[in-house]
């Protein structure tokens, strides 16, 4: 079963950075794809960005260009580079493996001040 625990957040002013960790256990993870999503207040869960196995990126059109993926199959581990935060980049963000696993994890709070 995998486990995922996600860690780097915090509370940034607007143009600021952030890089958060997924540190993945239970699985292949140098043969699984890996995806970021996250879920601000009152709102759905939505994806955020992806890379597969081999290294090929995909990020959701409202981050590209301010944020970037990454993963390390080394320590088990995929990151999310964040720079220009915005306010409406608030949420809680957690990563899953690619087709999603049920048990997601705790996620970690972002929160950007304007």
């Known amino acids: 079963q995998v486990q995922l625990v996600e860690s780097g957040g915090g509370l940034v002013q607007a143009g600021g950075s952030l890089r958060l960790s997924c540190a993945v256990s239970g699985s292949i993870f140098s043969t699984t794809d890996m995806g970021w999503y996250r879920q601000a207040p009152g709102k759905r869960r939505e994806f955020v960005a992806r890379?597969?196995?081999?290294?090929?990126?995909l990020h959701d059109a409202s981050v590209k260009g301010r944020f970037t993926i990454s993963r390390d199959n080394a320590v088990n581990t995929v990151y999310l580079q964040m720079n220009s935060l915005k306010p409406e980049d608030t949420a809680v963000y957690y990563c899953?493996?690619?087709?999603?696993?049920?048990?997601w994890g705790q996620g970690t709070q972002v929160t950007v001040s304007s």
């Open positions: 899953n493996q690619i087709p999603n696993s049920a048990n």
């Open positions: 890379i597969s196995s081999s290294g090929f990126k």
